[in-house]
């Protein structure tokens, strides 16, 4: 790997993070909010497996149990 002297490596540091592009507070807050949006309706459609799956168990033993 070549040497690179520190002036040209803080010369190449600085163009790099001249590139970054920060989000907006708008970008911020609707992925914000996605996010939550996401999360709940993952939350509710696990609880619903849980029922369905605990309702099929209960079923199956209550019948053989």
């Given at each position: 790997?070549?040497?690179?002297?520190?002036?040209?490596?803080?010369?190449?540091?600085?163009?790099e993070?001249?590139?970054?592009?920060?989000p907006?507070?708008?970008?911020?807050?609707?992925?914000?909010?996605?996010?939550f949006?996401?999360?709940a309706?993952?939350?509710?459609?696990?609880?619903?497996?849980?029922?369905?799956?605990?309702?099929?168990?209960?079923g199956?033993?209550?019948?053989?149990?």
């Amino acid at each position: 790997m070549a040497k690179t002297n520190p002036l040209t490596f803080i010369q190449q540091v600085r163009a790099e993070v001249s590139k970054i592009v920060w989000p907006t507070r708008r970008e911020v807050l609707l992925t914000t909010v996605m996010v939550f949006i996401m999360a709940a309706l993952t939350a509710v459609f696990f609880a619903i497996v849980d029922i369905l799956i605990r309702s099929g168990i209960q079923g199956v033993l209550g019948i053989f149990g």
